[in-house]
């Protein structure tokens, strides 16, 4: 196996993920699309990590999982929040930072 | 003394500041300080006389290459003294120290000059210095100066009695009495100066003694004016002469500058044409002359003071001091005429003329001065050195007689019309009435008489010399001298008292001054009578050696015929007056003679000319041309430059402040408001669209990495 | 060896295909769905990569515990079930061409670096107990860091989310 195939399979998911980050409406959705993201850098790590047969890369992907569940947690919050307050979750209307 | 001749002008420079600060709190007024210090002047100025006929005739003076100088010099003495003399005196010599000058040269050896000066100031690498040039001309003039003033002292004790302004009038005397001395005695042109333009504010303050009346005030800014219109020539040529005689204004380099070629001939000329105009103006020559009658409104002692004996022969003094420059200047020697000459023979004749239409005793006596400076200019002019001078010499005492005279018989009557106030005095006033004949019998020039002696010379130079016009100017004016006085005489002692006073004698005060200066009237002209002639020995300096002056024998011929020109004009005058003889009345039948009189009557119109045609345009036409020049153009220039600072400060306020500065700030703060909304629309607040931007950067960042490196 | 990549090709595709979906469907749970779907591919590929700890932890973690919240998440937030009108923002045009040059940047390097490089042809299991070493003897500090920040999270989630 070459190890490309899993880079570049990381780099399209990398890229979907930013595609859904910056074209989607819907708050939680963006998170998924964070989820992606981050997902496509542990298949990175992991890849790696087994191409130089050491067990750090794994170890990095864990500690990635765990904060990216961190953040899910705390993000969930947030859009609770604005929920509350706003009664949607549009991004698109979350502009009070308008200049 | 003649060392410390200094004195003799400090002292009555001290007795102006004591009177004029302390003056009204003294017993008498202040006159005992006045008539102390130049009583005490005119002793020092005696005993400086004595020292100088003592002083042994050391000084060799080489005179001109050809001529030489004299031909039958009987006058001076050939016996040296000692070489070296003992005395040592710095004095400014031409030629060699000499012994007994016995056949080697032809040329006697005469006194050396005295002068003793101190540095005054210093500016670059001219010294100017003050200090005294004593000899015999000088001491002459000092004695003469100090005298006459203090017999005018003693006089306006009495006279100015009781005046308004008594103590003023000592010390404006005082102030006058040095302003001259320190002329006489000066070294150096600037000193000369200081005392000229001295005299000149005295006779201003003294003329205008009684300035709350405007006759008198008039008068004195007359004379004050027409004295400075000459002044400017006096200043000129010092100036000239300065450059002329290698930057200095020693009066003796000066003089041997002058004659020996060390000018050139047209700063020559210009100097003395600049000093003739001084002189003209101060000695009232043509025609400046318009002042001195006018400045008979001054009280009498002030006119015998200062216009008779002492102010006005400060003109003959210059031209006398500074003779190497009149005499190279305008060939003297040369005979013909020359301006010097023609100035004076003009002023005797016009003078003399005038004097037969006044009524008033003072101005016919003012009229009589001019004449007579006339006569010593004429002289210095023909050559006569020492006659202009020893005329000078002689004419101060007789003058100074006749007006104080004149000032007795006004004081007895109360005024100074002949025709109105007086008459018949001679049996009232005896002892004024003699001095008064005395005075005019010498000023006649009838032998043996002072003014025979002096009057006699400049005739016989003027003839010698080769100034055949002059002589007979000369004769002519003696002639009318004689008559007009004659007149003034008949109209004011003889005949019949026409006046409402009762006349008496003058208190002593005024009499004794008379009667002094009528004994010198007498025996002063036999100084220089031929066989003595000891004035001319005394007083001719190195000036006129060099020269070259002519010495002439006495002739009997031209003293004859000067006596009897003097006697037909006494005759003239007793045939018209005593006997009635001649064209009375005349001008009641003739218009011709009525014009002359008129002519006459009003000075031949130069008053007028003067007054409306040369003051007056300047005051008329010409003020108001540069009033209109001052109000129209040059304010104009300056109003024009402040409308055009408010012009351009309008255009700087409006374009570049407002538009260009506030426009550049506005600009400015308007420009970052603009980019600040275009770039507002970046900021949508919108989350996503600032996480585009973030990757579009990497994007654009990766791909250029990617591509370029 | 061929089967690895013919294994790998079809988890790869469905992986592909899923992740799309997350981004392009109208349907928000049906996206939980399809992310769901994504990170089981994840799971197999640490698999293939001889990573089974993690593969193991990624499908716990993740599937069983993110997606569960963030279900939570859509239903909390009232999230309309079914397709709705639009979930996509109008810089969508943007985002693709964004998102398409980072690929050809990424891949173009990628391919540049590592175009030729082979994974060692025997992937032996890595242990866990070398995981274990690791995490607690090397990397003890990050772990204890990444400790803190669970609980700050948790504390901060709970703050948050809290009705008061």
């Given amino acids: 196996m070459y190890l490309n195939q899993f880079l570049l399979l990381a780099a399209f998911l990398f890229c979907v993920g930013v595609y859904g980050v910056l074209a989607r409406k819907n708050g939680v959705l963006v998170l998924m699309s964070v989820e992606l993201i981050l997902n496509a850098v542990n298949i990175n790590l992991v890849a790696f990590g087994a191409f130089h047969a050491t067990v750090t890369g794994q170890v990095f992907a864990l500690f990635v999982i765990a904060i990216a569940a961190a953040e899910v947690g705390v993000g969930l919050a947030i859009v609770l929040l604005i929920y509350r307050n706003r009664r949607s979750i549009d991004l698109t209307e979350a502009d009070l930072l308008r200049g | 003394m003649l060392r410390n001749a200094w004195i003799i002008p400090a002292l009555p420079v001290a007795s102006f500041v004591v009177i004029l600060f302390f003056g009204r709190r003294l017993p008498r007024q202040g006159h005992e300080v006045g008539l102390a210090a130049v009583g005490l002047a005119f002793v020092l100025s005696l005993v400086a006389a004595a020292q100088w006929v003592d002083r042994p005739a050391t000084l060799v003076v080489e005179g001109p290459a050809a001529e030489g100088a004299a031909e039958g010099h009987a006058t001076l003495e050939a016996a040296p003294a000692p070489a070296g003399g003992g005395h040592g005196e710095p004095g400014a010599e031409a030629g060699a120290e000499g012994e007994a000058g016995e056949g080697e040269h032809e040329v006697e050896p005469i006194r050396a000059p005295v002068e003793r000066e101190v540095t005054w100031y210093q500016n670059g690498p001219v010294t100017v210095r003050a200090g005294t040039h004593m000899d015999g001309l000088a001491v002459a003039m000092v004695v003469v100066v100090s005298l006459v003033s203090l017999l005018v002292h003693v006089f306006s004790t009495s006279y100015m009695h009781d005046d308004r302004r008594y103590t003023h009038f000592f010390a404006a005397l005082s102030l006058f009495t040095a302003g001259m001395l320190i002329m006489v005695t000066s070294s150096n042109t600037l000193q000369l100066l200081f005392g000229w333009e001295m005299m000149g504010v005295c006779s201003f303050m003294l003329i205008g003694h009684w300035w709350e009346e405007k006759n008198n005030s008039d008068a004195a800014l007359k004379a004050f004016f027409t004295t400075r219109t000459g002044d400017v020539g006096l200043l000129i040529g010092i100036s000239i002469l300065f450059f002329g005689a290698g930057r200095t204004f020693n009066i003796e380099a000066i003089n041997t500058a002058a004659l020996s070629g060390g000018m050139s001939e047209a700063v020559l000329v210009a100097g003395a044409a600049a000093l003739l105009c001084a002189v003209i103006g101060k000695s009232a020559q043509f025609p400046l002359h318009t002042w001195l009658p006018d400045a008979m409104a001054g009280p009498t002692p002030v006119s015998a003071l200062i216009h008779a004996a002492t102010m006005v022969v400060a003109g003959v003094y210059l031209v006398a001091r500074l003779y190497g420059v009149f005499w190279a200047a305008f060939d003297i020697g040369e005979g013909g005429v020359n301006p010097v000459a023609l100035f004076g023979g003009i002023t005797v004749l016009i003078a003399a003329a005038l004097a037969f239409v006044q009524s008033d005793i003072k101005k016919v006596l003012a009229y009589s001065t001019v004449s007579q400076l006339g006569y010593m200019v004429m002289a210095l002019g023909v050559g006569a050195w020492t006659a202009g001078v020893f005329h000078l010499f002689t004419h101060a005492f007789f003058k100074a007689l006749l007006f104080l005279g004149a000032g007795s018989v006004s004081h007895a009557v109360h005024g100074f019309d002949m025709k109105k106030d007086m008459g018949g005095l001679r049996r009232a006033m005896p002892t004024t009435f003699a001095t008064f004949m005395i005075g005019t019998v010498a000023l006649a020039g009838i032998p043996p008489l002072a003014g025979f002696w002096s009057k006699d010379e400049i005739l016989l130079g003027a003839g010698e010399n080769g100034y055949g016009l002059f002589l007979l100017v000369g004769l002519v004016g003696a002639v009318m001298t004689a008559a007009y006085m004659t007149r003034c005489v008949y109209l004011t002692f003889f005949g019949s008292y026409r006046g409402h006073g009762h006349p008496h004698e003058s208190p002593p005060a005024i009499t004794v001054p008379l009667l002094v200066l009528a004994g010198l009237s007498v025996v002063a002209g036999f100084l220089n009578a031929p066989g003595i002639a000891k004035f001319g020995e005394w007083t001719e300096n190195a000036t006129v050696l060099m020269a070259g002056v002519a010495h002439h024998e006495f002739s009997v011929g031209t003293a004859a015929v000067g006596t009897l020109v003097g006697l037909a004009g006494i005759a003239l005058g007793f045939a018209y007056y005593w006997r009635n003889l001649g064209p009375h009345r005349l001008t009641d039948r003739s218009a011709g003679a009525r014009a002359g009189y008129r002519f006459l009557a009003n000075k031949y119109y130069l008053d007028v000319l003067y007054t409306d045609k040369v003051v007056g345009s300047i005051k008329g036409p010409i003020a108001r041309a540069a009033y209109w020049t001052n109000q129209k153009v040059l304010d104009g220039v300056v109003n024009a430059a402040g409308a055009m600072a408010r012009v351009a400060g309008r255009f700087v306020y409006d374009v570049v402040d407002q538009k260009v500065v506030d426009g550049l700030v506005n600009g400015a703060g308007a420009g970052a408001e603009e980019s600040g909304g275009a770039l507002q629309v970046l900021q949508t607040g919108r989350l996503q669209q600032y996480a585009a931007f973030l990757f579009g950067a990497v994007v654009v960042l990766g791909g250029a990495l990617v591509l370029f490196a | ?164």
């Fill in chain 3, 1 to 164: 060896m061929i089967v690895q990549n013919v294994i790998f090709g079809a988890i790869a595709g469905a992986m592909g295909l899923a992740a799309l979906r997350v981004v392009t469907t109208k349907n928000i749970v049906h996206a939980a769905l399809y992310l769901v779907v994504v990170l089981a591919g994840v799971a197999a590929i640490y698999i293939l990569l001889a990573a089974e700890f993690t593969a193991a932890v990624q499908v716990l973690v993740y599937i069983g515990a993110i997606v569960v919240l963030f279900l939570f998440g859509i239903m909390l937030t009232r999230a309309p079930i079914g397709a709705t009108a639009e979930l996509d923002n109008d810089q969508r045009g943007v985002a693709v061409v964004v998102a398409l040059f980072l690929l050809g940047v990424l891949g173009a390097v990628l391919q540049d670096a590592f175009g030729s490089t082979k994974l060692p042809a025997d992937l032996a299991p890595q242990r866990t107990a070398d995981v274990g070493t690791s995490i607690f003897q090397t990397y003890v500090i990050p772990f204890e860091v990444v400790s803190v920040l669970l609980l700050a999270a948790l504390v901060g989630a709970v703050v948050l989310a809290r009705r008061d």
